[in-house]
């Protein structure tokens, strides 16, 4: 719906009432969205998850924006539109500790130009993660490609508290396959489809959750699994609760192993 004639105050009013609010899509004016932002920012509520993707959020002050989201614990900014100060405060915010956050989705926003470090950082510090299509640009950008190894390695080193990751259509070729697998087996949940994996990087993840993992849901359609051996795919996917396996260019043998060990 279009909210964007309604009174910046009536909304904040609102919002301030509620636990939970959607409001993504909505087409907020640039007096609405400072206006909210301002306001959890600055007051006392009751707000604990909000959904404003696919608005344009980029004339709230990097100040306000930072501070309010580190107050919430479950916020989605899919497809908006934010600057680059904007995400650093946000990830420098969120990397310093003392943020309530846990569940960020930032799912088709840009985020190559944010340092590595801070990434690394600031990871550690959440529990669900949504990077779906933020990294598209890996295969030709250093800086993307090391964005994707810091967030890697983040996970991998155990001081972390992430449980989920939606990293799907960022390519995750050039990360050495044992960090990649350790660090997916610390995972409760991960989407890895269409990230152009290489044939030793899901023999590792495979060989990791075939010998014992945190891993219950596992997404890695679109990536061709052929290499792996038929009996370490087997008993990898008899031990999760949930795998999705599409345009995975399964062999025969694999698919005979899959379903006798179920």
Do not use: W
Request: charged fraction near 20%.
């Amino acid at each position: 719906n279009n909210l964007s004639s309604l009174e910046p105050s009536l909304l904040v009013t609102a919002a301030l009432r509620l636990d939970s609010l959607t409001i993504a899509n909505t087409s907020l004016t640039n007096q609405q969205a400072d206006a909210l932002f301002s306001a959890i920012s600055t007051t006392s509520c009751r707000l604990r998850k909000l959904s404003v993707g696919h608005n344009n959020l980029s004339s709230v002050q990097t100040g306000l924006l930072e501070k309010a989201l580190v107050r919430l614990e479950d916020v989605d900014l899919k497809y908006a539109s934010i600057t680059d100060p904007q995400k650093g405060a946000i990830f420098s915010a969120l990397g310093s500790g003392g943020s309530t956050l846990k569940t960020l989705n930032l799912a088709l926003v840009d985020l190559t130009a944010l340092s590595p470090e801070l990434m690394l950082k600031a990871v550690k510090h959440l529990e669900e993660l949504n990077i779906s299509s933020t990294l598209k640009t890996a295969r030709t950008s250093q800086q993307a490609k090391a964005i994707v190894k810091a967030i890697i390695e983040a996970i991998s080193g155990g001081c972390c508290k992430l449980r989920r990751l939606v990293t799907d259509t960022n390519t995750l070729t050039e990360v050495e396959p044992d960090l990649l697998a350790r660090a997916m087996g610390r995972l409760e949940e991960v989407n890895l489809g269409s990230t152009s994996l290489t044939s030793p990087q899901v023999c590792a993840i495979f060989a990791v959750i075939a010998t014992g993992s945190k891993l219950r849901n596992l997404n890695i359609g679109h990536n061709n699994l052929s290499a792996v051996t038929p009996a370490t795919l087997a008993k990898a996917v008899a031990g999760l609760d949930e795998v999705t396996m599409f345009v995975t260019y399964l062999t025969n043998d694999q698919m005979e192993a899959i379903f006798g060990a179920i």
